[in-house]
């Protein structure tokens, strides 16, 4: 089984901040790795699958990169919509599990 | 336009089974690469992996839910079904729906692209 953790679990920020979210697998997972956006009371949303493959109509401050068991989110500008949870997700054997997500909230 | 929508009971009890329907258009689960999946997540925690069924019928469950949890696809209707035996109040919150999108060679990989709004789901007596 292949566990994901993310850090930090939270953290505050301001608009126009730079953000990195790290994720880490148990295994090598190569890059299959995806990330989703989630905000209160609706379901989560793409934004990068194979660890940098930017998901069609997804802001290019979003960027994503790592491969193995080291991964990162990275937003340049932080914009208002941007306050969320993030969740990372393997999908190196299709269990599909998540990570426990992080949660960006303002400064 | 593709949707997915989730629909079943907002209640049951304790050691009841719970079924639910999840209905979709804009995309066909015959489809190479393609799947329907099932995703949790109760209130105020993260998302758990429940289930996916591939375009094929071929399955995958969750290894900590294998023994309770059941996925089906209708063969002539655009419709997934999770079944989830002895449901017990741990067992509340949001049930999603979403389509898998394979990628890579073979579609060996996948990304869950598009979502219903999800059915919140209380387990008490």
């Known amino acids: 089984d292949i566990q994901m953790t993310q850090s930090p679990s939270s953290l505050s920020a301001s608009v126009g901040d730079r953000l990195t979210i790290t994720c880490r697998a148990s295994?090598?997972?190569?890059?299959?790795l995806n990330w989703y956006q989630q905000k209160p009371g609706r379901a989560p949303n793409l934004l990068i699958y194979g660890a940098s493959n930017l998901q069609s109509g997804v802001p290019s401050r979003f960027s994503g990169s790592g491969s193995g068991t080291h991964f990162t989110l990275t937003i340049s500008s932080l914009q208002p919509e941007d306050f969320a949870i993030y969740f990372c997700?393997?999908?190196?054997?299709?269990?599909?599990?998540f990570g426990p997500g992080t949660k960006v909230d303002v400064k | 336009q593709i949707t997915l929508k989730e629909s079943g009971p907002t209640l049951v009890k304790p050691t009841q089974t719970l079924a639910l329907t999840c209905t979709f258009s804009?995309?066909?689960?015959?489809?190479?690469?393609?799947?329907v999946g099932w995703i949790r997540q109760p209130p105020g925690k993260a998302l758990e992996w429940l289930a996916l069924?591939?375009?094929?019928?071929?399955?995958r469950y969750s290894p900590s839910l294998r023994s309770r949890v059941t996925i089906t696809k209708a063969t002539y209707t655009n419709e997934v079904v999770l079944e989830m035996t002895d449901m017990d109040p741990v067992d509340t919150g949001t049930y999603y729906c979403?389509?898998?999108?394979?990628?890579?060679?073979?579609?060996?990989?996948?990304?869950?692209?598009?979502w219903g709004q999800g059915a919140l789901v209380t387990v008490s007596s």
């Open positions: 804009g995309f066909s689960l015959t489809t190479r690469g393609v799947g």
């Open positions: 295994r090598n997972i190569y890059n299959f």
């Open positions: 979403a389509r898998r999108q394979g990628w890579g060679y073979d579609f060996w990989s996948g990304y869950y692209d598009y």
């Open positions: 069924v591939f375009w094929d019928d071929d399955k």
């Open positions: 997700q393997q999908s190196y054997n299709d269990i599909g599990n």
